[in-house]
Antibody, heavy 121, light 110 residues
């Protein structure tokens, strides 16, 4: 049974960097079949895929066009976790952020508990 | 503005059958599998249907999914009060090279 545990601050100032970590138990960030995602949910309820990382003999990274240039997702094999960095945040980045596993055939079958991140001075 | 289009609300009475739709395009639903998620307030979405019409272990057979062309549907039969939740569809989008979601349908059990 996979469990994803998120950690990180709930308040970030405008122009600063949002950083959230997702610790994995029951699977490996280096899995050859899974991909590790960050998804956010706006206050209005819409879900948006921000990006993912996955390992297939080497590391791959895919980022949404909407946040490209501001986002980095970093795997940490020693701690079996992955981290989201989103820089130059604005109030429009205020959302609940989720980490999630994409494991074929299920797509997003395991989710973290969610972290409400508010961007405010 | 979500890539996939869902009606914002649906409703039914206990025991009824309700359906909700999800509309997309050839770059997402038309060429890829559709997935459905159920979300209760304050919790993470839960996978309800995968690969158009498959149920993960533990999901009651009251829930069923279908797909035709660039649209998909989720049906709930024998509606129960505990089915009151938000429902989201999702698919891979070849043009965006990423997952995309619908805006969600809020189901009310009257």
């Amino acid at each position: 049974q996979v469990h994803l545990q998120q950690s990180g601050p709930g308040l970030v100032k405008p122009s600063q960097t949002l950083s959230l970590t997702c610790a994995i138990t029951g699977d490996s960030v280096s899995s050859n079949t899974a991909a590790w995602n960050w998804i956010r949910q706006s206050p209005s309820g819409g879900l948006e895929c921000l990006g993912r990382t996955y390992y297939r003999s080497k590391w791959y990274y895919d980022y949404a066009i909407s946040v490209k240039g501001r986002i980095t997702i970093s795997p940490d094999t020693s701690k079996n976790q992955f981290t989201l960095h989103l820089n130059s945040v604005t109030p429009e980045d205020t959302a609940v952020y989720y980490c999630a596993r994409d494991q074929p055939p299920y797509f997003f079958d395991s989710w973290g508990q969610g972290t409400l991140v508010t961007v405010s001075s | 503005q979500s890539v996939l289009t869902q009606s914002p609300s649906a409703s039914g009475t206990p025991g009824q059958r309700v359906t909700m739709s999800c509309s997309g395009s050839s770059s997402n639903i038309g060429n890829n599998y559709v997935y459905w998620y159920q979300q209760f307030p304050g919790t993470a979405p839960k996978l309800l249907i995968y690969r158009n019409n498959q149920r993960p272990s533990g999901v009651p057979d009251r829930f069923s999914g279908s797909k035709s062309g660039t649209s998909a549907s989720l049906a709930i039969s024998g509606l129960r009060s505990e089915d009151e939740a938000d429902y989201y569809c999702a698919a891979w989008d070849d043009s965006l090279s990423g997952g995309v979601f619908g805006g969600g349908t809020k189901l009310t059990v009257l």
